[in-house]
């Protein structure tokens, strides 16, 4: 049974890898046949050289590590939140009447509407930051408590780079796409993009297999696992 699990989940990796490999071999004939000379694109060789200098001198891993130290913050503070403020709904029908209305009023408005406000009270920094990512996280497990912890977990680093990208004091992946935008550094940029896209891939896989052990009990009891 789990050989049969791993070998499909092996062919389902193979078929998303599909259209990556596609757009990379159409990235490298793009400049390998010299179908463009935009500045505003650069060949795949020279992101390669930026992320290996970039690694060499500790400026991707720092800004990686401060991006995901955030996020995991953000994404504990805001799932415990959730949890706690969630359970105490589902318990309790009076505090459901009384403040479940003003949680979907809320819960309506923009995350990205709460960054001036948020701003204002604790500033541009890391606080300010988890702050955001708090929220993120918060009300997909608010709704669906056991289930919202995949949905916060990939919401959670979302809004990591929103922060990073509105709130721009300190260091983070979004920091590095900022000022790559800023100065047309597009191999910075590119790179930046292509790092976001494998940590949500590899949250999304952590996420997955989370969820499924901690409701393996759920799918046992209905037969249906």
């Known amino acids: ?32 046949f010299q179908w463009t000379d935009t500045v505003m694109f650069v060949p795949i060789t020279k992101v390669w050289e930026t992320a290996l200098r970039m690694s060499s001198s500790g400026q991707l891993w720092t800004s990686l590590g401060a991006s995901l130290a955030r996020d995991l913050a953000g994404f504990a503070l805001g799932s415990l939140a959730g949890l706690a403020v969630g359970s105490a709904l589902g318990l309790s ?3 459901e009447n ?24 604790f500033g541009l920094g890391d606080t300010a930051k988890v702050v955001f990512l708090s929220l993120a996280a918060f009300f997909p497990v608010l709704l669906n408590t056991f289930e919202g912890i995949h949905l916060a977990l990939i919401y959670a680093w979302l809004a990591t780079l929103g922060a990073e990208y509105l709130l721009t004091s300190g260091i983070g992946i979004g920091n590095l796409l900022t000022d790559g935008r800023e100065h047309l550094w597009m191999d910075q940029v590119l790179l930046g993009v292509f790092v976001v896209g494998c940590v949500g891939f590899s949250l999304n896989l952590i996420a997955g297999a989370i969820e499924r052990r901690l409701l393996r009990w759920r799918g046992g009891a209905t037969g249906q696992y």
């Open 98 to 121: 009384l403040v479940g209305p003003s949680l979907h009023t809320v819960k309506q408005i923009s995350l990205f509407a709460w960054i001036p406000l948020i701003s204002v009270w």
């Open 1 to 32: 049974m789990t050989s049969a699990f791993d070998t499909n989940a092996l062919r389902r990796l193979a078929r998303g890898a599909v259209l990556p490999a596609v757009l990379l071999a159409w990235w490298w004939a793009v400049f390998r």
């Open 93 to 95: 029908r009076l505090l």
